[in-house]
């Protein structure tokens, strides 16, 4: 038997380029070696058949080489590939939908139900096109591939090559069987997926939050017994080292996060497996306290609003919430136009058509809202109106502030009406509210049953033996002291996220005389959570005129000079923390200062919830000012019946209608209707045109209305969302990032990228030269446990701009449906072969394969069924 192919000469020019052609010949010689080679020479030491064989796959090469350089790829990756995953997401989420209608889930394998309700849905939105059979039956796969091969055979071979049937035949087992089988079968496995997931966001470190979140958020009995597994595994080890000194309190610590997780696993199986699993948003409405919004913030918020306004609209009172969002608007454009006329004097320019104009807006905002025609009208005493409608008929300019009286007594009204605000605290809607916002509190996990003395105290950096509470009682001795000072300052970037890092030494003297001392790492935010922790406590109120922590700085916040200010700032905040007055004055705050002072992570506890709470009002992130320019668009759910009050500004002056309608009465226009309904077609069928051509904005819409479901939120959150989408691309790129990402499409189209992505083919199927073999499946705990660091990863890495903009519960919510969607084979080929399907047709747009696909997939029993159906229900109308 015959090892080594004999020396051939033959044209090895495949692409035209150098950089392309050397790693794919190499891929076609091993290919020939280990496919064919090996059991040729036990037949025949004829070399033309191995001759033949390369030289037409070669000729394919060429062929396909010729056509991919005459497409245009930027539509491709742009559009048509992003609309072909946001439909994937559409037909999975409908498929998720159904199933929770469904009363007897608990009674089916999930699984199994969860893949034929997606390829129910499937046809539904396809009609003529079902991939269930391709996608689930081998045998049919097969025949599907079979037949694919065949015409990319015949368009791309040359005809005596292709009417050679031994070879056709040949090439086409090799090719469906040997190359497209195996590769679907790897790009549908889950477990695969999650780990390229994992190793895309390698250079993020394990969120603590986004773990503990996800335990307690998975509904997979499965995975919490692998966490659980492996952390009694981690315990069992621990337990058995031999340590001392300092050593002892980090792995007490490690043991301590340890056994809190293995809690959290255990109260979450036990909750799934006795069917006792409630809703979140009612553990929480009925957990303790809620936290308290007042009105002024949530009229000045994004998502809360978005709540508040639903309410409003249930209750009738629409005109009154739009009557003091529209002031809001009026009084800014007021302003801004009273400005720019101030510089038109001063440069002597005439403005006098402008404060005519203000005036006809006034009376705009009075005719909508105050007049008798008025439908529905604001609720306010006749008196007020009478005065302003006296007010606006004088010959005078309105001022800005001319609506301020009855907009105070509107706002009066919302925030003191049992049937507004009051009652809006009461409701499911301010429960979800307060989800969207990450504000509800939830019960901590305490006691251990794990049997071996051992406690924690829900905190897994928390001291192994010392709660808080303990501390209060048995750390404060009059004869220890502490002095602490920051010795250092540095820069730390985190997976993205840059802040500065505060060395504090803390030297502690015991009533022995002996003393103790170490360092510990705080960052700001630490310092302003203890600071607000102490502070919100009413036996510390006569501290908050004393302790004055540092302000804030969102801009160069880095700089070296402002640094060292802060640095020398938070040493005297630290000497008066310390000072043994206070600590006479205070004795109960030394167990709190201590804690902050303790090596190891610091614990926020209530701190965390009053650092969302400040971040919520914050007033560099929901300013009046720049709410005002972004809220004041009119939903048309609480539109109807009404004349908008862009219609009313249009009968005015082009200039000012067009100012006043871009700042405050802006109603974008909703997207293209159908004659279908728009769950049951493609995304890009209701693809907004009113995107002013650019693509990544057209690409971030379509992604965000199907992963976060905001074509179920009202459209006023939706086109904030495309308002903030639009200024955030052009405050970034400007008006090059189209350019720029058709730049980018070309890079990843260019020889030296095509090369590489060659030699990562080659090197992953055949290392080091040798053909790989097939990894064996990995152990079910292990893939269990890559599910939940995928999910933690994907949870980790979300940025808190976007929950400020679309709300906590809303991304959790969209980035588990997204993962979900990937736990399922059937479902991954589908997407698989879209996506095939998609290349295939932008290849070769001249060829019918659209119609070739329709014909393939229409095969499927669900394919005929559907289409009875739809005949018997014409027949009916």
């Not at 497209?180 to 549908?188: A, E, K, M, R, Y």
């Not at 045109?689 to 459209?715: A, G, H």
């Given at each position: 038997m015959r090892l080594e192919q004999k020396p051939i000469k033959i044209d090895r020019r495949l692409t035209g380029s150098n950089y392309i052609d050397?790693?794919?010949?190499?891929?076609?010689?091993?290919?020939?070696?280990?496919?064919?080679?090996?059991?040729?020479?036990?037949?025949?030491?004829?070399?033309?058949?191995?001759?033949?064989?390369?030289?037409?796959?070669?000729?394919?090469?060429?062929?396909?080489?010729?056509?991919?350089?005459?497409?245009?790829?930027?539509?491709?990756?742009?559009?048509?590939?992003?609309?072909?995953?946001?439909?994937?997401?559409?037909?999975?989420?409908?498929?998720?939908d159904r199933l929770e209608r469904r009363d007897d889930n608990k009674q089916r394998d999930l699984s199994e139900e969860m893949v034929e309700s997606f390829f129910e849905a499937e046809v539904e939105m396809e009609r003529?096109?079902?991939?269930?059979?391709?996608?689930?039956?081998?045998?049919?796969?097969?025949?599907?591939?079979?037949?694919?091969?065949?015409?990319?055979?015949?368009?791309?071979?040359?005809?005596?090559?292709?009417?050679?049937?031994?070879?056709?035949?040949?090439?086409?087992?090799?090719?469906?069987?040997?190359?497209?089988?195996?590769?679907?079968?790897?790009?549908?496995?889950?477990?695969y997926i999650n780990q390229f997931v994992i190793w895309m966001i390698r250079d993020s470190s394990c969120n603590y939050e986004a773990f503990m979140n996800i335990l307690k958020l998975t509904d997979k009995v499965s995975e919490l017994e692998a966490v659980k597994d492996k952390a009694l595994e981690e315990l069992q080890y621990l337990r058995s080292l031999d340590t001392a000194g300092d050593d002892i309190n980090v792995i007490k610590n490690q043991i301590n996060s340890l056994l809190f997780v293995k809690k959290v696993c255990e109260t979450r199986i036990q909750r799934l497996q006795s069917g006792k699993e409630v809703d979140t948003l009612k553990l929480a409405a009925n957990f303790g306290k809620l936290c308290i919004i007042p009105l002024e913030h949530i009229l000045v918020h994004n998502i809360a609003l978005q709540f508040f306004m639903d309410y409003m609209q249930a209750a009738g009172a629409q005109a009154e919430l739009f009557f003091w969002l529209t002031v809001e608007g009026y009084r800014v454009t007021a302003q801004q136009q009273l400005e720019v006329m101030e510089g038109w004097q001063k440069d002597g320019k005439k403005g006098g058509s402008t404060k005519?104009?203000?005036?006809?807006?006034?009376?705009?905002?009075?005719?909508?809202?105050?007049?008798?025609?008025?439908?529905?009208?604001?609720?306010?005493?006749?008196?007020?109106?009478?005065?302003?409608?006296?007010?606006?008929?004088?010959?005078?300019?309105?001022?800005?502030?001319?609506?301020?009286?009855?907009?105070?007594?509107?706002?009066?009204?919302?925030?003191?009406?049992?049937?507004?605000?009051?009652?809006?605290?009461?409701?499911?809607?301010?429960?979800?509210?307060?989800?969207?916002?990450?504000?509800?509190?939830?019960?901590?996990?305490?006691?251990s049953d794990d049997g071996d003395g051992e406690s924690f105290?829900?905190?897994?950096?928390?001291?192994?033996?010392?709660?808080?509470?303990?501390?209060?009682?048995?750390?404060?001795?009059?004869?220890?002291?502490?002095?602490?000072?920051?010795?250092?300052?540095?820069?730390?970037?985190?997976?993205?996220?840059?802040?500065?890092?505060?060395?504090?030494?803390?030297?502690?003297?015991?009533?022995?005389?002996?003393?103790?001392?170490?360092?510990?790492?705080?960052?700001?935010?630490?310092?302003?959570?203890?600071?607000?922790?102490?502070?919100?406590?009413?036996?510390?109120?006569?501290?908050?005129?004393?302790?004055?922590?540092?302000?804030?700085?969102?801009?160069?916040?880095?700089?070296?000079?402002?640094?060292?200010?802060?640095?020398?700032?938070?040493?005297?905040?630290?000497?008066?923390?310390?000072?043994?007055?206070?600590?006479?004055?205070?004795?109960?705050?030394?167990?709190?200062?201590?804690?902050f002072l303790e090596n190891k992570q610091y614990s926020k506890g209530k701190g965390d919830f009053a650092r969302k709470m400040d971040t919520f009002v914050n007033p560099l992130r929901s300013s009046m000012r720049n709410v005002s320019n972004a809220v004041k668009r009119l939903p048309d759910s609480l539109a109807e019946g009404m004349n908008t009050a862009a219609d009313n500004m249009g009968r005015m002056s082009e200039k000012l209608g067009q100012d006043i309608k871009q700042s405050m009465f802006k109603v974008p226009p909703l997207?293209?209707?159908?004659?279908?309904?728009?769950?049951?077609?493609?995304?890009?069928?209701?693809?907004?045109?009113?995107?002013?051509?650019?693509?990544?904005?057209?690409?971030?819409?379509?992604?965000?209305?199907?992963?976060?479901?905001?074509?179920?939120?009202?459209?006023?959150?939706?086109?904030?969302?495309?308002?903030?989408?639009?200024?955030?691309?052009r405050a970034t790129y400007g008006d090059t990032i189209n350019r720029k990402i058709v730049d980018h499409v070309d890079f990843m189209t260019a020889p030296e990228q095509v090369a590489d992505y060659v030699k990562k083919f080659r090197d992953s199927y055949w290392p080091n030269g040798i053909l790989a073999e097939s990894p064996p499946r990995r152990d079910k705990n292990i893939r269990m446990r890559t599910r939940v660091a995928a999910k933690t990863n994907l949870l980790g890495i979300m940025p808190d701009e976007l929950k400020h903009i679309i709300g906590a519960d809303t991304t959790r919510k969209g980035i588990l449906r997204v993962f979900d969607m990937f736990q399922h084979g059937p479902m991954n080929r589908r997407l698989v072969y879209v996506l095939l399907e998609g290349f295939l047709e932008t290849m070769f747009p001249q060829y019918k394969f659209p119609e070739l696909f329709v014909k393939l997939h229409s095969r499927s029993p669900r394919t005929a069924r559907y289409t009875q159906k739809l005949k018997s229900t014409s027949l009916k109308r």
């Open positions: 050397e790693p794919l010949q190499q891929v076609i010689q091993f290919a020939l070696r280990d496919y064919i080679q090996y059991w040729y020479y036990t037949l025949s030491e004829d070399e033309s058949f191995l001759l033949e064989i390369r030289q037409t796959v070669q000729n394919a090469l060429v062929q396909f080489s010729t056509r991919s350089k005459e497409v245009d790829w930027q539509p491709y990756f742009t559009t048509r590939l992003v609309d072909d995953f946001a439909t994937h997401l559409r037909v999975f989420r409908k498929a998720q003529n096109v079902c991939r269930d059979v391709v996608c689930t039956s081998l045998k049919d796969e097969e025949g599907f591939l079979r037949d694919l091969c065949e015409v990319l055979l015949y368009l791309l071979l040359p005809p005596g090559d292709f009417h050679n049937k031994n070879m056709r035949y040949f090439l086409r087992e090799i090719l469906a069987r040997g190359v497209l089988l195996p590769l679907v079968n790897q790009l549908s496995d889950p477990d005519g104009l203000l005036k006809a807006a006034a009376l705009g905002v009075y005719e909508q809202y105050l007049s008798d025609k008025a439908s529905p009208r604001v609720q306010v005493d006749e008196v007020s109106v009478v005065k302003l409608r006296e007010k606006l008929q004088k010959e005078g300019d309105p001022t800005p502030e001319i609506f301020d009286d009855i907009q105070r007594k509107v706002y009066d009204m919302m925030l003191r009406d049992e049937r507004y605000y009051p009652s809006f605290r009461q409701s499911p809607l301010y429960i979800r509210m307060l989800a969207e916002l990450d504000m509800l509190k939830e019960p901590s996990y305490r006691g105290n829900g905190s897994p950096t928390g001291s192994i033996n010392l709660s808080l509470d303990d501390l209060s009682n048995s750390c404060h001795d009059e004869n220890i002291q502490l002095h602490a000072f920051i010795s250092d300052t540095g820069v730390c970037n985190d997976h993205g996220k840059t802040y500065a890092l505060y060395a504090v030494t803390v030297c502690r003297r015991n009533h022995d005389g002996s003393e103790d001392s170490w360092k510990t790492y705080r960052r700001y935010s630490d310092f302003h959570d203890f600071h607000m922790r102490i502070t919100e406590q009413v036996k510390f109120e006569n501290l908050t005129s004393i302790l004055k922590l540092p302000g804030k700085k969102t801009f160069n916040n880095m700089d070296r000079d402002f640094l060292e200010k802060r640095k020398k700032d938070l040493n005297a905040y630290l000497q008066l923390l310390l000072n043994p007055e206070m600590v006479k004055a205070c004795p109960t705050l030394v167990p709190y200062v201590y804690d997207l293209p209707k159908s004659d279908v309904d728009p769950e049951h077609c493609r995304v890009s069928a209701q693809l907004d045109d009113n995107v002013d051509d650019n693509i990544p904005l057209r690409v971030m819409l379509l992604l965000m209305d199907e992963v976060f479901d905001l074509k179920e939120r009202n459209q006023w959150l939706r086109r904030n969302i495309k308002n903030l989408l639009q200024q955030l691309i």
